[in-house]
């Protein structure tokens, strides 16, 4: 697995980086100004790894640091440390279509943190399961709390049904006697009137009888029909009401619960103040008190959970009308597959567990020693001065230390001799410079036994290091510091990729090599080159020594987005912005490429062409590759304008065949008139000049049609109306930069002759015709 | 060309005045604008100097229009265009006063010799101009052009074009040269280069090149488009007639077919005789 992409947030001066890739040849550079935030980002991305931030990485606002890492799984990673069952549905399946790993690690105000599965599609997936069980919970106390009161209403009624039947009652028994006594009456009367006055009384009493116990009636069945009801709701009820008060409970717990690890938390930040035996001993006894009651506390919350968690389902599928054994069995297993399916913390855990270790180096103090003693080797003895080193030094020889058990001398020496070969012969292939003319250093080890001088240690065996030329053997502290880094840093890296062949890890280095000379800077770089198989370095410099300036991609610029403020939050511009950083920024590339000229070792004596600056070297260089052109013409960049004249002053005092090839702008004119007054074959209107210019062209940029300049060039969409030089002279872009760009896309063939339209491909021609086949012939007329 | 300040100030202006008053004041600006718009047009003197047998069927929709025509000569070469902004109305009309402009630009100093670069640097200055990059929310107007440049000796001639053809009529045989697929403007992915295509003339060939006005005017019984088959037909049937005559015949024809139906778009044929 490899790191692909990282994005920081709230860490020291960095708010928020935004994606920025790693350099997919295992090199990544982070240049930038001093305070830019390039150790910030080295530092993010080992707390990533460890975890472990101190509260001066907080930013003022307090918001919390969060580090998110993508990594491009193996191809053939399966998985296998994940249980699959246990893995929300689609989840590997993401992960596996879209061949990335994301893992966020979120810091808590006490400075705690999480590691949980990140990327989009992936949270959503989470996301959604939290919500489901959140609206599983909201949902069933909704329909809890109506059923509650759904019954309080069905048993008011009832109540107030069985009040107003006793009331009833007692009117129909009024009533009924009123109904006797008017029968009576009407026994007695004779008179006719009055006998027809009672008879319709008596009607209507009777009416009146019959209509309350048709209402009395009526209201007892409804009693009844609402004790059935109630009895049916009763069960759900119970459980219901139960439900409701373990969820209150779970909150009381889990209040309990932030308490006791707030004090357990406060009691142990505190333990380092105690002063006395007493004082400690009480704020032990307190200590463990708190950490009993944290335990106590979760041990109960997380009973409460899982019978909250089945309680609310079982209640759920009876409020659904399933019979009460199957919904107990259901409830159980649906509680079961949810709390079985990792959380995304756990699924983070689990994959952070396999990827590969993040490890900063910030200093390569641990130098060489002039010796050590055997036994402490054999110890372990990590105090012992230059262990470290020693041990490196035994790894990438491959040494074992029970190696110098062997007793047999003669085997020992010729081993050790044939050892000191093999590693001076792999130093020397990094360490270039030589010492005196041509002696290159060698590093030797010797087994010696202490003899009379140190009678404490007489004859116990001691390892011996020296580090010779031709002349001289000299132990490693009589070297100078820039050896004895260099040879620490080599024995440092040599022994991690050692140790870690099959590995996949990421180093995190800053600022290598300060003391070293330019040389072994590059001399660093090629360490870089050779352990980088498995191991992704990412490392920050403001040397431009160790920047490889055909391999730009590699950079990532780091600046202030406010330039003069250092409260100002740190920006990250990838390789392909570069351009949109600013000079300060970028100062160790383009002082490579104003370097350019001292390091080209290929002027030869022919076939020469200065050119005006490191722009129209890339372009040039880079149009000569597209035409398949096999003559190696050597374009010699000038520093400007101005340092034309030097570099044809110095060719033609080594007798060097050289031309001149400008373009016809402002800076340059002032340049052709002096050449051609001053120097007889600078006429530009001879055939045979030594000067030439592009007579239409401004700059390098105006080679290319309109379209493909933007296309090719500068990569944008924009309407330009004016020369392409002009527009990048208009938006303060980075000429030497996106010429670099363009020359990269050359010679990894991303570009070819053919891409381009007409015009272009005709200006490409009339150049290539007028300047690089003319010095092509002029040299073979020689 | 107006600057967006004026042409806010302008539709403030509209916007206070009483609605009659504005009515009028919009119609007779629009007129006037269409005076202005004229007298960018090239004069008949200019088109008399640069060919000698031409018609050139104008019918704007309204008081200004969104199709041009623009001629030139230079580097003894004749340059001929005919062209159809994005609209009609007032938006097109300002399309088209940037374009007669952007081209008597680009023909002005160190003209391009070759038809598709034209193109290619005119679309540059529209892209700039109406800062279109690519994003979704911009504006996506441009030209549909086509362009002729006629080299000095009349026997061959350069043709490029932005969705619009080229008609030649040569022994009573209709000759379309086709033109690239795309507008002078933002395209919807990426810009392409504009092709050229060069062929052979020969006198007494008639060329012909338009706007989509003349063919996708809906009218006749149906109400259906003229379209571009009875278009070409109708081009062979009088190729051969006097250029005053082709210019009354197409009007006429056109006006027939639109009848009472309302014209949908500015018409533009710019035809020519090589002589």
């Known amino acids: ?126 996301d959604k399961l939290k919500s489901d069980e959140i609206n599983l919970f909201k949902n069933t106390i909704n329909r809890i709390e109506n059923l509650i009161s759904e019954c309080l209403e069905i048993k008011n009624e009832s109540e107030g049904l069985e009040e107003s039947i006793i009331s009833l009652k007692k009117k129909l028994d009024i009533t009924g006697k009123k109904n006797n006594e008017l ?26 009888y019959q209509h309350v116990s048709d209402t009395i009636k009526e209201g007892e069945t409804r009693i009844y029909e609402n004790k059935i009801k109630l009895s049916d709701k009763d069960l759900i009820k119970q459980y219901g009401e139960d439900c409701l008060g373990l969820i209150e409970s779970m909150d009381l717990i889990k209040s309990e619960l932030e308490g006791a690890y707030k004090s357990l938390r406060e009691i142990e930040s505190n333990m ?9 001993k009480a704020g032990e006894t307190k200590l463990f008190q708190a950490k009993d009651k944290y ?113 047999n001398n003669r085997i020992l020496k010729q081993k050790i001799e044939n050892l000191n070969n093999e590693v001076t012969v792999d130093f020397q292939e990094y360490w270039r410079q030589n010492v005196g003319k041509t002696n290159k250093i060698r590093i030797n080890f010797e087994l010696e036994h202490y003899d009379i001088s140190h009678p404490e240690k007489k004859g116990k065996p001691y390892l011996e290091f020296w580090i010779k030329d031709q002349h001289e053997r000299l132990y490693p502290k009589q070297r100078s510091r820039g050896v004895r880094w260099f040879l620490s840093f080599y024995l440092e890296l040599k022994a991690f990729a050692r140790e870690n062949k099959n590995l996949h890890r990421v180093l995190l280095i800053d600022e290598p090599a300060l003391s070293l000379h330019a040389r072994a800077q590059e001399d660093v770089l090629k360490v870089f ?103 190696e013409i050597c374009f010699l960049p000038a520093n400007g304008p101005a340092g034309i004249i030097t570099l044809v002053s ?58 493909d300049f933007k296309k090719f060039i500068i990569k944008t969409r924009v309407g330009i109306s004016g020369s392409n030089s002009g527009y990048i002279t208009q938006n303060e872009l980075s000429r030497p930069l996106i010429a670099a760009g363009f020359a990269q896309s050359v010679s990894t063939g991303d570009i070819t002759f053919s891409c381009f339209d007409d015009e272009t491909q005709k200006n490409m021609e009339c150049l290539f015709d007028s300047v690089v086949k003319k010095i092509m012939t002029l040299d073979e007329t020689l | 060309m107006l600057h967006p300040e004026d042409i806010k100030r302008i539709n403030d202006s509209f916007r206070a005045a009483p609605e009659k008053v504005r009515n009028r004041e ?63 109305g007032v938006p097109g009309a300002l399309m088209s006063i940037m374009g007669i402009s952007f081209l008597n630009e680009i023909t002005s100093n160190g003209c391009p010799q070759m038809s598709n670069r034209i193109l290619n640097k005119l679309r540059e200055k529209i892209m700039e101009s109406l800062n279109q990059t690519g994003e979704i929310n911009e504006s996506k107007d441009g030209i549909d052009l086509s362009m002729c440049i006629i080299n000095k000796d009349k026997t061959s001639i350069q043709f490029s074009g932005a969705n619009n053809p080229l008609y030649i009529i040569r022994n009573n045989k209709l000759l379309e040269i086709k033109a690239d697929s795309m507008p002078v403007g933002i395209n919807a992915v990426s810009e ?42 109708l081009l062979l049937d009088i190729h051969k007639r006097k250029m005053n005559e082709q210019h009354t015949i197409l009007r006429n024809t056109i006006n027939n077919w639109m009848g009472n139906n309302e014209q949908i778009d500015d018409i533009l044929i710019f035809g020519f005789k090589i002589i």
């Open chain 1, 650 to 707: 110095l060719l033609m005092g080594w007798g060097y065949d050289f031309s001149v090839f400008l373009f016809n702008n402002k800076e340059n004119s002032q340049i052709i008139n002096e050449l051609q007054s001053s120097l007889y074959d600078f006429d530009i209107d001879d055939p045979d000049s030594k000067l030439q210019v592009a007579d239409h062209l401004p700059g390098p940029e105006d080679l290319f049609s309109t379209l």
């Open chain 2, 26 to 88: 919009i119609t007779d600006s629009l007129r006037y604008a269409g005076l202005i718009q004229q007298a960018m047009l090239p004069s008949t003197q200019v088109i008399d100097k640069l060919l000698s047998e031409y018609f050139i069927l104008f019918m704007p929709k309204s008081f200004v229009s969104g199709d041009f025509y623009w001629v030139a000569y230079k580097n003894k070469q004749r340059y001929i265009v005919a062209a159809d902004c994005t609209g009609h």
């Open chain 1, 1 to 126: 697995m490899r790191l692909a992409e990282f994005n920081i947030r709230n860490f020291r001066s960095i708010v928020d980086t935004g994606w920025n890739s790693i350099s997919s040849d295992n090199i990544t550079a982070l240049i930038g100004q001093n305070e830019s935030g390039k150790t910030s980002v080295l530092e993010a991305l080992y707390s990533f790894y460890n975890g472990a931030i101190s509260e001066d990485i907080l930013r003022s606002d307090l918001s919390m640091p969060e580090v998110s890492c993508t990594y491009i799984p193996e191809s053939t990673d399966n998985f296998d440390y994940i249980d699959s069952r246990r893995m929300p549905p689609g989840v590997l399946e993401e992960i596996k279509n879209s061949n990335r790993l994301g893992l966020t690690r979120k810091w808590n105000p006490d400075l705690s943190s999480l590691i949980c599965l990140s990327g989009n599609n992936v949270s959503k997936i989470f």
């Open chain 1, 272 to 280: 380092h103040l105690l002063k006395g035996e007493k004082e400690k």
């Open chain 1, 295 to 407: 335990i106590m506390k979760s041990r109960e919350m997380e009973t409460i959970t899982e019978n909250t968690g089945i309680k609310i389902r079982l209640v759920k599928n009876l409020l659904d009308n399933i019979e009460l054994s199957e919904a107990e069995k259901m409830a159980r297993q649906e509680y079961e597959t949810t709390k079985k399916l990792y959380s995304q913390e756990e699924a983070g855990e689990l994959f952070f567990r396999n990827i590969p270790q993040h490890e900063f180096f910030e200093d390569f103090s641990s130098l060489l020693p002039n010796r050590i003693d055997l036994e402490d080797i054999f110890e372990n003895n990590s105090r012992v001065e230059g262990f470290r080193a020693v041990r490196n030094f035994l790894i990438i020889a491959g040494l074992d230390p029970e190696f110098f058990r062997q007793t």
């Open chain 2, 192 to 233: 392409e280069p504009f092709s050229v295509t060069d062929i052979k003339i020969r006198k007494n060939d008639i060329l012909y090149m338009f706007s989509d006005g003349f063919p996708d005017q809906f009218g006749g019984p149906d109400g259906k488009k003229f379209k571009y088959r009875p278009f070409k037909q």
């Open chain 1, 529 to 631: 080159e050779d352990i980088k198989g498995k191991i992704q370095i990412i490392y920050t410099t403001h040397s431009p020594h160790l920047i490889d300036h055909s391999k730009l991609y590699r950079l990532l610029a780091v600046q202030r987005a406010n330039e003069k403020s250092e409260q100002s939050e740190t920006i990250i511009f990838n390789a392909s912005q570069l351009h949109s950083a600013t000079s300060d920024t970028l100062s160790p590339v383009c002082s490579f490429m104003g370097t350019g000229f001292t390091r080209q070792e290929t002027q030869r004596q022919s076939k020469n062409i200065i050119v005006e600056d490191i722009t129209s070297f890339y372009y040039l260089s880079a149009i000569n590759k597209l035409f398949n052109n096999n003559t």
């Open chain 1, 183 to 208: 029968k009576k009456q009407l026994k007695k009367t004779s008179n006719a009137e009055e006998k027809e006055i009672l008879k319709r009384n008596i009607e209507n009493v009777n009416k009146e």
